[in-house]
């Protein structure tokens, strides 16, 4: 019997981003708390960019699109935002976007199934994805969910599962 495998992958779906995105622009427009600040969000191809006039304001509205990607069914971990910081007579806070498995994470995920996972389950760095393979798909489901358990700190999708 050939062996089965699956693939692991941190994928954006670039289109619920901006859904997420104008959800929150549009929140930011209506809500009153929100009159007369400045607050704005606008997104680039790898970033959002949220500014507002005060240090708190920016923080809240990063709050909003927060909320607006888990009601998308985005996960936070594709969301790296840093620390506001003033620019001019607004506070802005830049949240890049992160797509993909560096190699440092693929070694540590390597070495969890390599260390906790069934002694059956091989797996290989491909580029930014890991490629887990066995003969036992019941193994394979083991390792699905020994990686859904792990702490990292990107989002991880299941693919190409045969």
Do not use: W
């Not at 007579?89 to 906790?116: H, M, P, S, V």
């Amino acid at each position: 019997m050939a062996d089965s495998s699956f693939d692991v992958v941190s994928k954006i779906d670039h289109m619920e981003v901006e859904n997420a995105t104008n959800q929150a622009r549009k929140e930011l427009e209506q809500r009153y708390d929100f009159k007369g600040v400045g607050a704005e969000i606008t997104l680039s191809k790898e970033q959002i960019l949220v500014k507002a006039n005060s240090e708190e304001r920016a923080l809240a509205a990063l709050d909003v699109l927060q909320s607006k990607f888990v009601k998308r069914g985005l996960s936070l971990k594709c969301l790296d935002a840093g620390e506001p910081y003033a620019s001019g007579k607004e506070y802005r806070i830049e949240a890049k976007l992160k797509e993909g498995i560096d190699q440092k994470t693929a070694k540590e995920l390597n070495k969890l199934i390599r260390d906790e996972g069934p002694k059956s389950v091989k797996s290989q760095i491909q580029g930014d994805e890991l490629r887990v393979s066995s003969k036992s798909r019941d193994d394979l489901q083991a390792t699905i969910a020994l990686l859904k358990e792990a702490d990292v700190e990107v989002a991880l999708q299941f693919v190409n599962f045969r």
